[in-house]
């Protein structure tokens, strides 16, 4: 058992309420409002620009080349991931300037400037670990939602964003980003001290599941025109 499954297995309750939460239900079957989507995915876009700054924050506390050039690795990554967002919303008219200029939810707030804290305030270690639900999260989240492989998927309303987190791609950087957790933890983990990153893991699940609730709770709202009458079929 490597040292993401030791978290989550302490972790229990908090991850399976953010893994199977309602939205990733809703997400899995097609059924999820494509309101509550929007409003998820034009936060989340804001959500990777702070958690981009979390990776040049790791690459700052880092005292080996190989753990600056992961940070560096997955900093691209991230960066990689915005341009999903911008060309989903293009479609829906909402432009970058548009998304870079939106107002954060107190749900985004909350969950990056946790993790941005435990890096301030800890070392490497207490930051991948605030960051692990995310990364490899939505890794696995991303392989949950297509059981019989991304093609089988056909006209999915969601496809797009399945196949992003359950393609090759992602899942090697989530496979990278546990190989880093076991390194870092041979360096400086103790008994004591997994006590701590499990709260520290357990409170980033939480936030998450702040994140997927987030979405549902704003199906009631009122959105901007562009974001409510955005085309048929979230993502073709």
């Known amino acids: 058992m490597d040292v993401f499954d030791r978290l989550k297995q302490a972790a229990a309750s908090d991850w399976a309420g953010y893994v199977d939460h309602e939205f990733v239900v809703q997400l899995g079957d097609g059924t999820l409002p494509q309101a509550a989507f929007r409003f998820y995915f034009l936060q989340d876009y804001l959500f990777l620009i702070q958690f981009a700054r979390a990776w040049g924050l790791a690459a700052y506390k880092s005292r080996t080349i190989a753990d600056i050039r992961a940070a560096q690795a997955r900093l691209a990554g991230i960066l990689d991931e915005t341009e999903l967002h911008v060309r989903l919303c293009q479609r829906w008219g909402i432009s970058r ?100 990153l499990a709260s520290l893991f357990a409170k980033a699940s939480r936030l998450e599941t702040d994140f997927w609730q987030m979405g549902l709770d704003a199906v009631g709202l009122t959105l901007t025109a562009s974001e409510t009458h955005a085309p048929d079929g979230v993502m073709p």
């Open 97 to 196: 300037r548009r998304l870079e200029t939106m107002p954060e939810h107190q749900a985004t707030v909350a969950y990056t400037r946790f993790v941005l804290d435990c890096g301030a305030a800890g070392d490497v270690l207490d930051l991948q670990v605030a960051l692990a639900p995310c990364i490899i999260g939505y890794a696995e989240i991303g392989l949950a939602l297509s059981p019989a492989g991304v093609g089988a998927l056909g006209k999915h309303p969601y496809r797009e964003w399945i196949c992003e987190y359950a393609g090759d791609a992602y899942q090697g950087v989530a496979i990278a980003a546990r190989r880093q957790l076991d390194e870092l933890a041979d360096r400086s983990m103790t008994g004591r001290r997994f006590e701590e």
